[in-house]
């Protein structure tokens, strides 16, 4: 039976009212300022970025020329292996020994055989191009639940970063591989997926030592969520994963081995320094300097104890809320305080900025270990959208100064430590603004 002209109307009507519906709703201009200024709306602005990013990856593997720093000689150390050779003393590179844990040889092993041994470049620039959308996604999964950063933010970031793509497509240092694997914990932390989230975490000490930045932070993290049982549960974890990948390397020469992959003494060169560059090369040399940064490192992480202590346990707390009332809701409804998350990033961000801070030693590739953490802590500190702009373009500036001088590294310095005593001022307690407003955007 035909439909009466009176339903056919009906249909054309409720589909133009649809239409309005969408024009008025996305076709305007509030809407389109809201994906750049609206936090509530970076999931969306995020797939734009993520198509911009993957041609511009495309184009600049095709138009700029790549230049060799460290591949060459990874797939040297990795083909010492492959060749039946576990014993790390006897592992070298053009650039040196082999100064990695197990989990970089098996990766970069993997990549050896995907790019012909190593020779095909343009594969392997392909493959480190995947790796960087992949780890924007993870962050940008972090900075959607947080509802923190406006979207303009990370924009900007990703429109200046010409280092960020250099490290990953240009020149494939292994830091990148390891903070994708950082930021997958992260997630997966942020997620609730606990046991996972230490593997990942583990795997990511295992391709380079600088994740233990983000040490402290996660272990009061698994203290005031998990408790003391809990925290040893997932020790166990993180020790098991390093055994397990070292086993080979261990039972061949284990001194070799750990002295080789987690050499906490390694003297940087002088020549590549990024942030000691005002300093003379006989007091950047110093053991008591190395000393004194480390103290510094210490104190600086004391000083903000309190301040991760009261977010860890709020965020604990807060997910425990959730888990209450989502007992309590039928299967097909979900109770979720997503920007509860940013009482678990924030500790876990600027214990990390405070390891760089106090670093021996800055390399261009090192800029990958923070810098797209940079909005997220900009954005905690009281400073306007225009100094938190200020400082996020003076720290490129430094990373993109080659070689790096004596302003540009002060610079530097000054970037961070703006940052840090940003962050001080307006560090979360139990009274102040930052754990009110986390509490009222999930209620």
């Known amino acids: ?131 960087y959308i992949i780890m924007l996604y993870f962050i940008f ?3 959607s639940k947080s509802k923190k950063v406006p979207p303009y933010a990370i924009i900007i970031a990703c429109c200046t970063s010409y280092r960020i793509h250099s490290i990953f497509i240009l020149r494939m240092f ?21 046991k996972l989230a230490s593997v990942f975490y583990s795997l990511a000490v295992s391709v380079k030592m600088n994740i233990l930045l983000f040490s402290p932070a996660i272990l009061l993290a698994y203290l005031c969520c998990l408790g003391f049982k809990g925290t040893m549960i997932q020790l166990s974890i993180c020790a098991a994963v390093q055994l397990i990948l070292g086993l080979p390397f261990l039972l061949t020469n284990p001194w070799a081995y750990l002295k080789g992959s987690f050499d906490l003494g390694r003297v940087f060169l002088y020549q590549w320094t990024v942030n000691w560059r005002f300093l003379p090369e006989n007091v950047f040399l110093d053991r008591y300097f190395h000393i004194s940064l480390l103290t510094l490192h210490i104190i600086l992480l004391l000083t903000f104890l309190k301040t991760f202590k009261v ?26 305080m997503e920007t509860s998350c940013q009482l678990f990033i924030l500790p876990l961000f600027t214990c990390n900025l405070i390891g ?31 100094w938190r702009l200020i400082i996020m373009g003076a720290i490129e500036f430094c990373w993109n100064t080659y070689p790096s001088t004596v302003y540009s590294s002060a610079a530097l310095h000054i970037s961070h430590i703006a940052i840090i005593y940003g962050l001080y001022r307006n560090r979360p307690n139990e009274k102040n603004h930052y754990i009110k407003e986390v509490n009222n955007k999930n209620t």
Request: proline share 3%.
């Open 1 to 131: 039976m035909a439909p009466s002209k009176k339903s056919k109307e009906s249909f054309y009507a409720k589909m133009l009212k649809k239409i309005k519906y969408l024009y008025w709703t996305y076709a305007n201009k509030r809407f389109v300022l809201s994906l750049i200024f609206d936090p509530r709306k970076l999931h969306i602005t995020v797939f734009f970025i993520l198509a911009a990013e993957l041609i511009l990856n495309v184009v600049v593997i095709n138009k700029v020329k790549y230049t060799e720093i460290d591949w060459v000689a990874y797939m040297q150390e990795v083909e010492g292996v492959v060749n039946g050779t576990y014993d790390y003393s006897k592992l070298k590179g053009d650039t040196g020994p082999l100064v990695y844990p197990a989990g970089f040889v098996y990766i970069f092993t993997l990549l050896y055989y995907l790019t012909e041994l190593g020779k095909n470049i343009k594969v392997a620039q392909y493959v480190f191009g995947a790796l």
């Open 141 to 143: 999964n972090i900075y």
């Open 174 to 194: 292994n830091d990148p591989v390891a903070m994708i694997l950082l930021y997958i914990s992260v997630n997966l932390f942020i997620s609730g997926y606990w």
């Open 311 to 336: 977010c860890l346990q709020s965020y604990a707390r807060l997910k425990k809320i959730e888990t209450d009332v989502d007992r309590q809701l039928h299967k097909e409804e979900k109770f979720s």
């Open 356 to 386: 760089v801070a106090c670093s021996r030693s800055l390399h261009y590739q090192f800029y990958v270990w923070y810098f797209h953490t940079l909005p997220y802590l900009l954005w905690c500190t009281p400073y306007s959208n225009v």
